[in-house]
Structures are given as structure tokens and as C-alpha cells.
């Protein structure tokens, strides 16, 4: 009995010497790893502050900043090692800000690939500073500079016009300024036809002069409202009926998109439209996100229909996978009033029954081709959605459809006085709509319905024979439609 005690006290007594040694010797190593991760979260922090300040100078970018490459510090568990490595860390960084502090000042001056203005310069102050740039602006003419703009909108800075270098040297060192660059000459680019444009036929109607610069026509957008101030589209009056408005100014896009396929001026610069200076209707029915209420939508269409008068047609770039007879209805009454209604077939690549309003009868429903090149017979390069001269693989089909138009990379009008290039039966139906007026601005009396059927009639089908320019047909595997064509009376 007593013998078995002295076994067990012998071996509680091995235990605990046993623990005793291995907790000692895991807290001595669990001590040395955290010393040393703490050693090297201490280096590289200070190379990240370190190289974030020669980010500021040198306006590198943070991409080109190495954390655990081989300059970076290594932890050892001895203070001395860690002093040593912060050392040589902090003398390379202090030597590169010292070369970077030397030619500072002349590396705010930017270098420019172009032509440009002997001794002129604009000159960019940095965000956030409080001196005006008129102010800062004096200094440089008090050197014996010329001011011709200073900015307070866009950018805030001056354009200067100067000889003496050390003028140029003495802006170049002021704390305010960000950057100097050289002015430069700019050349308006020449007006651009989208292949859109030239595969409908539209280029034959303007170049060879017989057809009217400003086509006759009064033309309502009914969409997000169009850019009043852009230089290509003459909007001749504006309504909103979106909540939360008071004009129909476009701050979203899509409506002045489709006004320029629509009417941009024929002006030699930017793009041309369908029927080029026509009278736009700016009618608002989508907000900023390009949403609204059928309500709105309907009234827009009693706006139309209350101006038949003076409105030949009306674009509607917008649908929903629904019915609505409320919808149809107006349409219809707005079209038995005299204006011809053109609506995308929308993007959603089934058939255009399912959605409205491009299955109304009453309506031309326009689904979207893919163009690369202008022309027929399918030559041109591969488009984001689709073959050279082939339906849009976004575009509804079928029945419903009453023609295609091109609706791939179509350049256009944009907010801001600018242009982009877009995609969707959204641009397809602009053509349409652009055809439309023009077919009526030659034929006053004409009525939708046979608006309608001149446009059908007269686009490229099955048989049309591909003359290696705009006329012919294209690869449509959900139907038989025609395709656009202009060119056959736009200049008759």
C-alpha cells in the first residue's frame, strides 16, 4: 500500500516538473515570435510611411510600393539588429527624398507629346488651397507675364504666357501649385458618321446636296429629357411630367442619345442625325435612373397628342415585359391623331410580343442589327454582340417587329456637349423615328399608317441584291423584316 503512494506521488511530481519546462520553453518561443513580428510590423510600417511620401513627391503609384521584398526589413530578437536595419532603411529613404527634393520644382513641369505654344503655359493649383488663383495669378503678372483665363470651375489655375524662365521657375517653386504644363494646339475633329448611319443610306441624302440641310419636321423624345445645351440639337420646346422637376433638361443621357441619332445638325462637326436640325420635342417621362411611371409616360403621349398638330413623330426608346391597355390606347388615339409612333423592340433577345408598347399594331417596333463597316454582305469585323450584318444577339424578334435597324457602336450626341457610343434597340429606333419625319417632311400629307408602309416597303429584304454598299440585307434567323433604307427617297 504505502509503495503504491510513493508511485503516485513520484509521477505527479514528473507531471508537473515536465509541464513546468514545456510552458517555459513554449512562452520563450511564443515571446521571440511576437518580438519579432513586432520588430517587422515596426519596419515595414515605417517603409510604407516612407514610401508613401515619395508617393507624394514623385506621383508614383501605390502599386509600385514593395512591402516584404527583398530591401525590406527582417526581425531578429535582438534590439541591436532591429536599430541597425531602421537605420539603413531610414538613410535610403532619406536619401531618395533628398534627390526627390532637388528637382522638385522642375518636376511639376509636365511634358506633353504635341504641338505646342512657344512660352505658354497652364498652370494647375493643388485641391484645397485657399489662395485664389487670381491672387496667385497677379504675382506671375507683376514678372512681366500675360494672363489670358484663370479657372475657378473646372480646374482652379491660369494660363500664363511667359519668357523670362525664372518667372516660369518662381510659379514652379510656389507651394500652391500642383503642376505647370506646356499649352498646346488642338484641331477640331471632323464630323463622324457612325456605320450606322451610312448602312441605312443616310449619307446619300446630305453629301449630294438635293435634300434641305435642316429637315422640316417637328419630332417629340419622349425619354429622360434631352441636353438643351448641346451645339447639334435644336430643341424646340420642353415639357417634365417627371415628380420632382420643372424642365425636361436630360440628367441622365439616354434622351439626348437618341435626339442626335435622331436630328443632330448637319454642321460638319460631331455627328449627323436621321433628319438632320429637325424640331425636337424635349418630353420628360424618366428621371435621373432612367425610370418612370406609366402615368407619366401616358400623359407624355397626351402632351403629343394635345401637339399633333405640329408633332410628325415620336420616339419611345423605353418598355417593360407587360400590357397595358391604358398605354396602347393612348397611342393609339395619338396615332389616329395624325403622328407616327416608332418604339424599340427592347434588349432582352425573345420575342417582342411579350413586351409593350413594341406589341401594339399601331406602332413601328424596331429591332437592333449589328453593323462593323457600313456595308452589306457581311465583311466588316466582329461586333460585342454579334457578326458583321447580323441581328443583335441582345434584340426581341418576331412578329411584332416591323423593321430592324442598326444598334450596335452607334455613335452619338451626350450629355455635356459630348458624344458616346452605344448599343440596344434604344439607338436602333432613333434611324426609324430620324426616317420617319423625313419621309413625312417629303410627304406632308402622309399618314402613319402610310408612313409606315413607305419605310417598309422601300428597306432592304431577302432578295435585295448586296451592292457592296448600304443596301441589303443581313442574317436573321427569328424573322423576315426588312431593314431600313433611306437612301431610296431621302434624295429622289
Known amino acids: 500500500m504505502g509503495d503504491s503512494i510513493t508511485v503516485v506521488l513520484v509521477s505527479a511530481l514528473f507531471i508537473l516538473i515536465t509541464s ?8 520563450n518561443v511564443l515571446n521571440f515570435e511576437v518580438q519579432a513580428k513586432k520588430h517587422s510590423r515596426t519596419a515595414n510600417n515605417n517603409i510604407v510611411s516612407s514610401n508613401k511620401k515619395e508617393n507624394v513627391q514623385t506621383g508614383a503609384s501605390p502599386s509600385n510600393i514593395t512591402i516584404g521584398g527583398e530591401n525590406s526589413f527582417v526581425a531578429t530578437n535582438t534590439t541591436q ?6 537605420s539603413i532603411s531610414n538613410l535610403k529613404s532619406a536619401e531618395k527624398l533628398a534627390n526627390q527634393e532637388k528637382h522638385f520644382a522642375q518636376s511639376k513641369l509636365r511634358q506633353v507629346l504635341a504641338e505646342t505654344i512657344p ?14 488663383a487670381q491672387s496667385i495669378a497677379q504675382q506671375a503678372i507683376s514678372g512681366g507675364g500675360i494672363v489670358p483665363f484663370v479657372y475657378n470651375n473646372a480646374i482652379k489655375g491660369f494660363a500664363i504666357k511667359i519668357a523670362n524662365k525664372l518667372v516660369l521657375n518662381s510659379i514652379l517653386s510656389n507651394p500652391s501649385v500642383d503642376f505647370v504644363e506646356p499649352d498646346i494646339k488642338v484641331q477640331a475633329f471632323s464630323q463622324v458618321a457612325s456605320t450606322g448611319y451610312s448602312r441605312v443610306g443616310g449619307p446619300l441624302s446630305i453629301i449630294n446636296g438635293s435634300h434641305p440641310r435642316v429637315v422640316n419636321a417637328g419630332i417629340a423624345i419622349i425619354d429622360t429629357g434631352i441636353d438643351f445645351t448641346h451645339p447639334e440639337l435644336n ?11 420643372s424642365a425636361a433638361n436630360d440628367d441622365n443621357g439616354h434622351g439626348t442619345a437618341v435626339a442626335g441619332i435622331v ?36 400623359e407624355g403621349i397626351d402632351y403629343v397628342t394635345q401637339n399633333a398638330g405640329q408633332i410628325d413623330a415620336a420616339n419611345l426608346s423605353f418598355g417593360c415585359k407587360c400590357t397595358s391597355f391604358a398605354l396602347d390606347t393612348a397611342i393609339n388615339n395619338s396615332v389616329a391623331a395624325g403622328v407616327t409612333f416608332v418604339v424599340a423592340a427592347g434588349n432582352a433577345g425573345e420575342d417582342a410580343s411579350l413586351w409593350s408598347p413594341a406589341s401594339n399594331p399601331n406602332v413601328i417596333s424596331v429591332a437592333a442589327m449589328a453593323d462593323s463597316d457600313g456595308k452589306c454582305g457581311g465583311l466588316g469585323p466582329q461586333t460585342p454582340y454579334g457578326p458583321d450584318d447580323s441581328l443583335a444577339s441582345f434584340s426581341n424578334y418576331g412578329s411584332k417587329v416591323t423593321i430592324a435597324a ?22 436602333a429606333a432613333p434611324f426609324v423615328t430620324g426616317a420617319a419625319a423625313l419621309y413625312h ?3 406632308p400629307t402622309a399618314s402613319p399608317a402610310q408612313v409606315r408602309d413607305a419605310l417598309v416597303s422601300l428597306g432592304s429584304t431577302a432578295t435585295t441584291a448586296c451592292n457592296g ?3 441589303g440585307y443581313f442574317n436573321n434567323p427569328h424573322g423576315n423584316e426588312p431593314l431600313l433604307y433611306i437612301g431610296s427617297f431621302a434624295h429622289g
Do not use: C
Open 20 to 27: 513546468y519546462i514545456v510552458s517555459t520553453a513554449f512562452y
Open 81 to 86: 539588429g532591429s536599430s541597425i536595419s531602421h
Open 119 to 132: 512660352h505658354q503655359y497652364i498652370v494647375v493649383l493643388k485641391n484645397g488651397v485657399t489662395e485664389s
Open 235 to 245: 430643341v424646340y420646346k420642353q415639357v417634365s411630367f417627371v415628380p420632382g422637376t
Open 263 to 298: 436630328a443632330a445638325e448637319d454642321n460638319s462637326v460631331g455627328v449627323v442625325g436621321i433628319a438632320p436640325g429637325a424640331r425636337l420635342w424635349a418630353i420628360k417621362v424618366l428621371d435621373r435612373s432612367g425610370s418612370g411611371s406609366m402615368s407619366s409616360i401616358i
Open 406 to 427: 442598326p444598334g450596335v457602336n452607334i455613335h452619338t450626341t451626350y450629355l455635356g456637349s459630348s458624344y458616346a457610343t452605344l448599343s440596344g434597340t434604344s439607338v
Open 441 to 443: 417632311s417629303l410627304h
Open 469 to 471: 454598299g448600304g443596301p
